[in-house]
Every structure is written in structure tokens, then in C-alpha cells.
């Protein structure tokens, strides 16, 4: 069996890497040879043309097997493009889904008699003002930059970036935490994170506003998992056994309780205990006596 050459995911992140350490040097003022930077363009447009050839062999492998045109080209995707790339992709295509959700006021997979738990709350003023910062940086370049080609290209991604930070907050908004009628929960962060547990796997739920450092997903060394907004989270979830989780770009653990944040803390345990201490429904009517 033939061995596909493929370009190392490193090889890639480190050619993109140079191309925005690059842009950020021109920004600065900084002078960059020519040759420097005709290098560099065509290491980019090398390494893309390569890619581009090795989905296109896998492409047709895949029709030779047999495989319709949408399953092959999903097949060569899964190949030669790099799982951690693959999920970021999937997550702007989700934010911008939700941009359109946002902007029809709906929202992403709340079933009727759900508890809906928004958690924008700390993140919002933030939001706005990372939105606000990213159109004057916007403005700016487009009056300041004097090279053609690199305006161009800037301008393209700087509004690239304001849509896409409004989208993140939009995905935020129109995918809530849920608690289902059943007492299953459901934990989202957009279109990043997403953990569906069980009603089942509930042992308890209370709140508690804590302050973790470090990311918006923290595993910890005692099996508990912190899906962090704004430094905070304010609800703690005890399961029965290990629910796995999926964090951002694919990593994988099992989490044995479970602290995220919620605006309204309360409802969230409320729901979550009226579903646990409702009485089941008997499955055959009572006899006679």
C-alpha cells in the first residue's frame, strides 16, 4: 500500500504563525526585504497547493471505492485536513449559524417545558467592547495602511473579525444552558462546548459561585470539570458516574462533578432538584382492592 506524503500539522501552524508575525512587522513600520517576504507568500501558497492536491487525490480514491461525491469529499476531509483544524472550522460555521438564530430572536435545540439558563451575563460589556475596539482597529488600518495588497487583505479580515466576534456572543445567547423536563442537563458555552448529561447521572446540584483560574475549560485533578465565563462559575452539579466531555479543539476526560456558571443560579438548582424529587408516573393503574 502506497504511503500518502502529507505536510506535518506543525509544518502548517508554524507557516501561518510567520504569516501573521509577518503582518503585525509591516503594521509596525518595520522594513522587510523582499525576498523575505516573496519567501514567505510562496512557502503559503506551496504548503495550501499541497494540501490541496493531497484532498484531491483522496477525493477520487474515495469515488474509486465506490463512495458518492458528498461521502468521499467528507472521507478526504477527515484525512488530510487536521482534527483541531476541522473542529475550529465547525465552530465559526456554528457562531455564524447563530448569528442568524440572533438575529430571528430564536434559539438552538430548547425543547418545549424546558428550563432555559442564559450565562452571558459577566461576558457581555466585555463582548461589546472587544466589538467596539475591532471597528475603530478597522477604520484605523483602513485610513493608515499605504500598501494596496496589504490594505486589502486587512480589511477583508478586520471585518472578518468584527462579524465574527458578534457572532461568538450571538452563539452564546441563542444556545443556553438547558434543563429538560425530564431533569436531563445540558451544558453549552456557544458553539465551543457542549456536555449533555443525563438525568440519570444527577446526584445533586447547589450553588456555589467560585473563581477557578485559567480557561474557559478546566479539567481538574479530582475529576471535576470548570466551564469558566467571566473568571466564575456558580453552579455545582455532582453525578452519579463519569459523564466524558469534549473540549474545544478534541481533547477528551471524564468529569465526576461539574461547575459552570449560570446568571441565575437558582433556577438552575431548582429545576434540576423539582426533576429529581418529582414523583414517577406508575406504569399500570392500581387495582382493586
Same mark, same amino acid.
Given at each position: 500500500?502506497?504511503?500518502?506524503?502529507?505536510?506535518?500539522?506543525? $509544518?502548517?501552524?508554524?507557516?501561518?504563525?510567520?504569516?501573521?508575525?509577518?503582518? +503585525?512587522?509591516?503594521?509596525?513600520?518595520?522594513?522587510?526585504?523582499?525576498?523575505?517576504?516573496?519567501?514567505?507568500?510562496?512557502?503559503?501558497?506551496?504548503?495550501?497547493?499541497?494540501?490541496?492536491?493531497? *484532498?484531491?487525490?483522496?477525493?477520487?480514491?474515495?469515488?474509486?471505492?465506490?463512495?458518492?461525491? #458528498?461521502?468521499?469529499?467528507?472521507?478526504?476531509? =477527515?484525512?488530510?485536513?487536521?482534527?483541531?483544524?476541522?473542529?475550529?472550522?465547525?465552530?465559526?460555521?456554528?457562531?455564524?449559524?447563530?448569528?442568524?438564530?440572533? *438575529?430571528?430572536?430564536?434559539?438552538?435545540?430548547?425543547?418545549?417545558?424546558? $428550563?432555559?439558563?442564559? &450565562?452571558?451575563?459577566?461576558?457581555?460589556?466585555?463582548? !461589546?467592547?472587544?466589538?467596539?475596539?475591532? %471597528?475603530?482597529?478597522?477604520?484605523?488600518?483602513?485610513?493608515?495602511?499605504?500598501?494596496?495588497?496589504?490594505? +486589502?487583505?486587512? *480589511?477583508?479580515?478586520?471585518? &472578518?473579525? %468584527?462579524?465574527?466576534?458578534?457572532? *461568538?456572543?450571538?452563539?452564546?445567547?441563542?444556545?443556553?444552558?438547558? %434543563?429538560?423536563?425530564?431533569?436531563?442537563?445540558?451544558?453549552? &458555552?456557544?458553539?465551543?462546548?457542549?456536555?449533555?448529561?443525563?438525568?440519570?447521572?444527577?446526584?445533586?446540584?447547589?450553588?456555589?459561585?467560585?473563581?477557578?483560574?485559567?480557561?474557559?475549560?478546566?479539567?481538574?485533578?479530582?475529576?471535576?470539570?470548570?466551564?469558566?465565563?467571566?473568571?466564575?462559575?456558580?453552579?455545582? $452539579?455532582?453525578?452519579?458516574? #463519569?459523564?466524558? !466531555?469534549? =473540549?474545544?479543539?478534541?481533547?477528551?476526560?471524564?468529569?465526576?462533578?461539574?461547575?459552570?456558571?449560570?446568571?441565575?443560579?437558582?433556577?438552575?438548582?431548582?429545576?434540576?432538584?423539582?426533576?429529581?424529587?418529582?414523583?414517577?408516573?406508575?406504569?399500570?393503574?392500581?387495582?382493586?382492592?
Amino acid at each position: 500500500m502506497r504511503t500518502r506524503v502529507r505536510v506535518p500539522g506543525w $509544518v502548517i501552524g508554524g507557516v501561518m504563525a510567520a504569516e501573521v508575525a509577518l503582518a +503585525g512587522c509591516l503594521l509596525a513600520g518595520v522594513r522587510i526585504p523582499g525576498a523575505v517576504l516573496l519567501t514567505a507568500e510562496a512557502l503559503v501558497v506551496a504548503v495550501f497547493g499541497f494540501e490541496c492536491a493531497v *484532498l484531491w487525490r483522496l477525493l477520487r480514491a474515495g469515488r474509486r471505492a465506490g463512495l458518492g461525491w #458528498p461521502k468521499a469529499l467528507r472521507a478526504a476531509l =477527515r484525512d488530510a485536513v487536521p482534527a483541531p483544524v476541522r473542529r475550529l472550522v465547525g465552530h465559526e460555521a456554528r457562531a455564524l449559524h447563530s448569528l442568524g438564530l440572533w *438575529l430571528l430572536r430564536r434559539r438552538h435545540a430548547v425543547p418545549e417545558g424546558a $428550563v432555559t439558563a442564559p &450565562y452571558t451575563g459577566p461576558q457581555t460589556a466585555m463582548m !461589546y467592547g472587544l466589538l467596539f475596539v475591532s %471597528v475603530v482597529e478597522t477604520v484605523m488600518l483602513a485610513l493608515l495602511v499605504p500598501w494596496p495588497l496589504v490594505h +486589502g487583505v486587512l *480589511l477583508v479580515v478586520d471585518v &472578518y473579525g %468584527v462579524v465574527f466576534v458578534l457572532a *461568538l456572543h450571538a452563539s452564546c445567547v441563542t444556545r443556553p444552558h438547558v %434543563v429538560g423536563a425530564d431533569g436531563a442537563l445540558r451544558i453549552r &458555552y456557544g458553539g465551543l462546548f457542549d456536555l449533555r448529561v443525563p438525568a440519570g447521572a444527577v446526584a445533586g446540584a447547589r450553588v456555589e459561585r467560585r473563581f477557578p483560574e485559567g480557561g474557559l475549560v478546566r479539567p481538574g485533578p479530582d475529576g471535576s470539570l470548570d466551564l469558566v465565563v467571566g473568571g466564575q462559575t456558580t453552579v455545582s $452539579v455532582e453525578l452519579t458516574a #463519569p459523564v466524558e !466531555y469534549v =473540549r474545544p479543539l478534541g481533547g477528551r476526560g471524564l468529569a465526576r462533578t461539574v461547575r459552570f456558571h449560570a446568571d441565575d443560579p437558582g433556577a438552575v438548582v431548582a429545576a434540576l432538584t423539582r426533576a429529581r424529587t418529582a414523583p414517577s408516573p406508575s406504569q399500570d393503574p392500581p387495582g382493586p382492592a
